[in-house]
Each structure stands twice: as C-alpha cells, then as structure tokens.
Nanobody, 115 residues
Framework: QVQLVESGGGLVQAGGSLRLSCAAS????????MNWYRQAPGKQRDFVAG???????VYADSVKGRFTISKDIAKNTMYLQMNSLKPEDTAVYYC?????????WGQGTQVTVSS
C-alpha cells in the first residue's frame, strides 16, 4: 500500500525559508515521477514542482528560482526547499505520485507566510 507523509510546514515570515519532506513507502521510489502541489483556501489545487525518475525537474512559474525539488532515493524521501517565501505561498502543500492506476496524495502540510 502506498503511503505519502509530508512534514516540515509551519509559520514563517515573508522572505524566510522552509524545507518540506515527503516520506514515501509502498512504491518503487526510484522509477516514479513525483510532484508537489499546493492548495490555498478557496482555491483549486495547483502544481508546484515535479521531479522525474532521472532527476529532471520542472517548476510552476510562480516558484521558479525560489523553490528547489529534490529526492533521496536511499531514504525514499522527496524534498521541497522553499526560499524567499511570500504571503501568496501560503497553502497546504501535498506530495503526489501516480502509480497505475491510482493517483496518490499525502495528507498535506500547512505553510503559512506572514507579511
């Protein structure tokens, strides 16, 4: 059974940094692309960043240059380093992986950026 557990969220002032972690189990971590999404109150869930099995990365325009996605295959853990945080980054952040035929999500971790 696939399980994704996020951690590392919290309250930070604008301009600060946080590092989110996503611990995965029940999947072959090294062969699946994995993603971070976020959902602000009253808004849809949006793509933030993704990393392929080979380590290639892609980012939403809104976070490009500020956020960095990475993974540690030995630890089955994915990370999101978030720098220069802005109030508009406030959201619940979710870890995501698709393993046929199911799209899996973690429970989310709250990030709040104060101005």
């Amino acid at each position: 059974q696939v399980q994704l557990v996020e951690s590392g969220g919290g309250l930070v002032q604008a301009g600060g940094s946080l590092r989110l972690s996503c611990a995965a189990s029940g999947i072959i971590f090294s062969i699946h692309p994995m993603n971070w999404y976020r959902q602000a109150p009253g808004k849809q869930r949006d793509f933030v960043a993704g990393i392929t099995s080979g380590g290639s990365t892609v980012y939403a325009d809104s976070v490009k240059g500020r956020f960095t996605i990475s993974k540690d295959i030995a630890k089955n853990t994915m990370y999101l380093q978030m720098n220069s945080l802005k109030p508009e980054d406030t959201a619940v952040y979710y870890c995501n992986v698709y393993q046929y035929p199911t799209n899996y999500w973690g429970q989310g971790t709250q990030v709040t950026v104060s101005s």
